[in-house]
């Protein structure tokens, strides 16, 4: 699966989306909009394991979603112009 933001106009624009790489016979072969109303979506880092995805927008704030879109949350609010955002696990401590 291919995931990503796009700042553009409406449908697509501020939105995160998903298309399968190798679609299977009978799914579907469109983008999916999974997530829409960001302030120019431009961040987008994907938990995997977990089956969840965070993402930011230019207005500044962060938000997590399952990969499908579903149970959305604010994280953190109007913190400045982002960018992009990055994911990473670090090891518990000993």
Known sequence: ML????????????T???APMDPQAGSP???????TDLMEGIG???DLERGR???T????TVY???LDGSNP???LFAEGNLTGIAYVELPAAQ
Do not use: H
């Not at 995931?3 to 501020?14: L, S």
């Not at 927008?57 to 500044?60: A, C, N, P, R, S």
């Open 3 to 14: 995931y990503w933001t796009d700042r553009g106009n409406p449908p697509r624009g501020n």
């Open 16 to 18: 995160v989306n998903r």
């Open 29 to 35: 072969k469109q983008p999916e909009i999974l997530v």
């Open 44 to 46: 987008l880092a994907l």
């Open 53 to 55: 995805m965070f993402y």
């Open 57 to 60: 927008d230019f207005g500044g």
């Open 64 to 66: 997590s979603a399952n």
């Open 73 to 75: 949350k604010t994280l």
